[in-house]
């Protein structure tokens, strides 16, 4: 955890849920309406990155907010995609102060009404970003390789190991996003975030959470998901060197 001070001083400006979204159609309803329920949250966006199932409409339905990219762009570009929609809403609204974003993946289905507690140090003005780590961990298939270089690279570059490095369930400030961007291609999102938050003294702070996700598989589709994972989080390490 990094010691720095606060990125902004604010922590009244409410939480707006960003779910970047491919081929979910199954669960991004239970993950929306779970969403928000959660306690200071007022806006729920989902970017659907090129899905070919329907997961904007029935995400809309849900009470989304729905961006499109209308091809797959990627995690850190439907990221980015749907900050720019909150900034753009809380301008708007003539926000005193901006949203705070919580990022979730969209196969959280129902347990993502327990993110609350990764909400409470950013909103308390406690932390600058919070990285979950799951109560209790899935089979992963293999995923443990592309973990063990994130978080490998992640001490080599800031001195500090994080528990889940990969984990996409965050909140952090406005402030924090914006000092992170451009945020690193794909899958590398999270590995660069954490290890430019760190190195501009930026507060990065884990909280256990009882969330869950489905399980990735062992066939051909997930050994290239993970080839990809790999390649981004390798080229993510590689410009931060």
């Known amino acids: 955890m990094s010691d720095g001070s606060s990125s902004d001083g604010s922590s009244a ?22 969403a928000a329920r959660l306690d200071g949250v007022d806006l729920v966006v989902v970017v ?16 989304a907010a ?18 720019e929609a ?7 609204e003539h926000r005193d102060a901006p949203r705070h974003l919580l990022f979730l993946d969209a196969d959280l289905a129902d347990t993502a009404a327990m993110a609350g507690p990764l909400m409470e140090p950013v909103v308390a003005g406690n932390a600058d970003m919070t990285i979950a780590v799951f109560a209790a961990t899935v089979k992963l298939g293999g995923h443990g390789l ?3 270089l994130s978080g490998a690279g992640i001490r080599r570059a800031t001195g500090w190991q994080p528990t ?41 702070t ?14 051909l589709r997930a050994q290239l998901h993970r080839a990809h994972q790999l390649a981004d989080v390798a080229r993510a390490l590689a410009a931060r060197r």
């Open 86 to 92: 909150v900034r753009l809403l809380d301008q708007r």
């Open 13 to 34: 400006g409410g939480v707006a849920v960003v779910i970047p979204a491919r081929n979910e159609a199954d669960r991004i309803q239970a993950t929306v309406r779970a």
């Open 146 to 148: 592309v973990v063990g």
């Open 48 to 63: 659907d990155d090129g899905s070919t199932d329907g997961t904007g409409a029935v995400a809309r339905r849900a009470g």
């Open 206 to 219: 884990e909280v256990e959470v009882e969330l869950a996700h489905r399980a990735t598989g062992t066939g």
């Open 66 to 83: 729905v961006m499109r990219h209308a091809r797959n762009r990627g995690k850190s570009a439907a990221m980015e995609t749907g900050a």
């Open 164 to 204: 889940q490095p990969l984990n996409g369930q965050r909140c952090l400030t406005r402030a924090a996003f914006e000092a992170a961007r451009p945020l690193a291609r794909g899958w590398g999102a999270e590995t660069g975030l954490t290890i430019d938050l760190l190195r501009k003294g930026l507060r990065v």
